[in-house]
């Protein structure tokens, strides 16, 4: 018995440094996730709402253009995204510290809900004046990101922002059952099926406006809309509504939705899908100058999986008809080895094949995008058969493995109807839980100016004493400033670039390194921990 008190002692003794015990890896973390949630919250957000990137000294901030202060962002990793990671945080800590900075961050997403149960891609605490100066001036100049050069006042399901506010609401309002989310939560259910066109699919923006037509051609933003996961996006909210609310009356809509993504696929030798449809005739449609009327190859991948995701939610093999065709049809576009070379930049994956990312639907000539002009005003975006010099912020061409996505359609194939549908919501009768975890760790592909992730150790040691890690901001952007009358302008100094000269408000990369808090990299490191959390839970 004495042995072992002296050992206890020695125990004791070595675990204590200065008559300080070393707090254990688990309460570290839990300190860190702690004082970095502080700081964001009480310090970067506004009234519970973010942007995506601070200067430290909050002079300034960046969403996907630069923001007031009184700004919230919506599309990801703005809002939204934050409250879903707080939800993930309570999750793995039980602490109800985490819970209180969701329920602040939905109070937020509240005041800002349009009447018809949407959201904008930001709105402004300063009230509706403010966000139509802000229209007027920054947004109206920035040159390549013509979504903003004209205010709306609707809500959007661009960019998955509307759709990331609306699961948040969910998963908040199924934690606890608390009735103050209901009635916002139905109202982003509302609009969803309000908006759906008979056919299935949803335009990009809602209530329907025909107020901006552009460059000769009529407002696109009533098109049915693929890009961006417009309607995948909105299946998916559905799906999670379904699920766990038990609403039989959106088995229906769901259908409907997965039904028009099988119709809107085109017809042979060009058998794929565009970004938008004219609803009339559901035929390929423009949206952008710079989104010409064109089957996407991109999109096209990206719906075969879709499809295949289809299928294994019904176990109805209609879903799967088109998917050779689809195949066949990316395949015919493979580029010439010497177009490869023109085009100047490798594939890191050795099976890819490089193909035009926008194909002419009537004959099938690639359509590439270029510009000319410095800015807004003088500037001009146009389409040839080149492509060499293309637009740098919009990429002309893609590479897309075709063995993955026929392996994927031939494994479907092989895979007993039973197995493939397993688990699906829509085909069992009990109640599915939500994931217990919004957010997951990104995996590091080695991309350029990718950062490989710090170990946990180091982002423990890495949070400034304020609370924040600081890290490279992505992008920034020229101050605004008044653009004088121009003549349309030929220049091609900024053919490839990301931002024009220097009345162009559009964002770009910095040369020089600049430091500041990006809540990109708050949900990436808090994530992480979070997983870490979870891992010695599971352990």
């Known amino acids: 018995m004495k042995k072992l008190t002296v050992l206890c002692l020695l125990l004791a003794t070595a675990a204590t440094v200065c008559g300080k015990t070393k707090p254990a890896p688990d309460q570290q ?34 969403g996907e253009m630069e923001a007031k202060r009184t700004m919230v ?17 309570y999750h793995a800590t039980g602490d109800e510290y985490y819970y209180e900075c969701a329920q602040k961050i939905a109070a937020a997403l509240i005041w800002g809900q349009l009447p018809c149960g949407g959201w904008n891609y930001m709105f402004d605490f300063a009230g509706e004046n403010s966000t139509r100066e802000w229209y007027a001036t920054v947004g109206k100049s920035a040159w390549r990101l013509e979504e903003f050069q004209h205010y709306y006042g609707n809500a959007t399901f661009d960019d998955s922002g509307t759709m990331e506010a609306a699961k948040f609401l969910l998963r908040i309002y199924v934690e606890k059952y608390d009735p103050a989310y209901r009635q916002p939560l139905e109202k982003c259910i509302n609009l969803v099926l309000t908006s759906q ?27 049915i809309t693929l890009n961006d996961d417009v309607i995948p996006e909105n299946i998916d909210f559905l799906i999670q509504c379904y699920q766990v609310l038990g609403m039989q009356n959106l088995k229906e809509p769901i259908i409907r939705a997965m039904n028009c993504v099988k119709v809107l696929q085109q017809g042979a030798p060009y058998a794929g899908w565009g970004d938008q449809y004219t609803v009339n005739d559901l035929k ?33 093999t209609k879903y799967l008809l088109g998917i050779p065709a689809a195949i066949d049809f990316l395949e015919s576009m493979k580029l010439p080895q010497s177009e490869v070379e023109r085009w100047g930049r490798p594939s890191r994956d050795p099976d890819a094949i490089l193909v035009p990312r926008f194909i002419d639907p009537d004959d099938g000539k690639p359509l590439y995008v270029h510009r000319k002009g410095s800015n807004v005003v003088n500037g001009t975006y146009y389409t040839d058969q080149n492509i060499e010099n293309t637009i740098g912020h919009y990429s002309s061409a893609a590479y897309i493995n075709i063995k993955a996505l026929r392996k994927a359609y031939e494994d479907i194939l092989a895979m007993p109807r039973e197995e493939a549908t397993a688990g699906s ?15 997951k760790p990104r995996a590091f592909r080695g991309y350029p100016g990718e950062q490989e992730p710090q170990g946990v150790e180091a982002l423990v040691s890495s949070l400034t004493s304020e609370g924040y890690w600081l890290s490279p901001i992505r992008q920034i952007s020229n101050p605004y400033k008044s653009i004088p009358q121009m003549e349309a302008s030929n220049e091609t100094k900024y053919m490839q670039t990301m931002c024009g ?20 990299t708050f949900l990436d490191n808090m994530t992480r921990l979070i997983a870490t959390l979870a891992s010695d839970e599971n352990r």
Not at 425 to 438: H, N, S
Not at 502 to 507: A, G, I, K, L, V
């Open 29 to 62: 973390i839990r300190e860190t996730m702690k004082k970095a949630t502080h700081y964001m919250m009480d310090v970067a957000s506004y009234n519970g709402g973010f942007v995506w990137s601070y200067l430290p000294d909050l002079s300034r901030q960046w």
């Open 284 to 316: 390929p449609a423009h949206a952008r100058s710079y989104e010409p009327r064109a089957i996407n190859t991109a999109t096209t991948g990206q719906m075969v999986r879709k499809l295949i995701e289809y299928y294994r939610l019904t176990g109805d």
């Open 501 to 520: 000269d220097e009345y162009d408000t559009s964002p770009y990369t910095p040369e020089q390194e600049v430091l500041g808090i990006s809540t990109r």
């Open 73 to 89: 962002w919506i599309q990801p990793p703005g809002t939204p995204a934050v409250g879903h990671l707080m939800l993930d945080a």
């Open 197 to 223: 066109y008979p056919i299935g699919g949803w335009p990009q923006r809602y209530p329907l406006m025909f107020d901006h037509p552009f460059m000769g051609l009529p407002d696109y933003s009533s098109f």
């Open 425 to 439: 919501p829509l085909l069992i009768t009990e109640a599915v839980a939500l994931d217990k975890y919004y957010h």
